[in-house]
């Protein structure tokens, strides 16, 4: 398995942007769907993007679609989620999370992303 570690999460502004990164050890990186998941205090881990091992394929959420980007560079065995338009209901733990096989089987600790209105 990979090992994964978040970074880029903070506070901003409604109506601003913050770039999440999760750099992963492990030379199998590329072979891992990877996603981006969050959970808001008292609710249960939803799904945010996901993306293939090439890049080639991503899908979203319908709640982030049009205002966040994932992307990954494999060469660096990192994987990025771009928000923009931030709102406060964005308020979360984003986790970066790896999935080969059958399962989401890889999951970084978490970085907290506050969006004051």
């Known amino acids: 398995q990979v090992q994964l570690v978040e970074s880029g999460g903070g506070l901003v502004q409604a109506g601003g942007s913050l770039r999440l990164s999760c750099a992963a050890s492990g030379r199998t990186f590329s072979s891992y769907v990877m996603g981006w998941f969050r959970q808001a205090p008292g609710k249960g881990r939803d799904f945010v993007a996901t993306?293939?091992?090439?890049?080639?394929?991503?899908s979203y959420a319908d709640s982030v679609k049009g205002r966040f980007t994932i992307s990954r560079d494999n060469a660096k065995n990192t994987v990025y989620l771009q928000m923009n338009s931030l709102k406060p209901e964005d308020t979360a733990v984003y986790y970066c999370?790896?999935?080969?096989?059958?399962?989401?089987?890889?999951w970084g600790q978490g970085t907290q992303v506050t969006v004051s209105s």
């Open positions: 993306i293939s091992w090439s890049g080639s394929s991503t």
């Open positions: 999370a790896g999935y080969l096989t059958s399962s989401w089987s890889s």
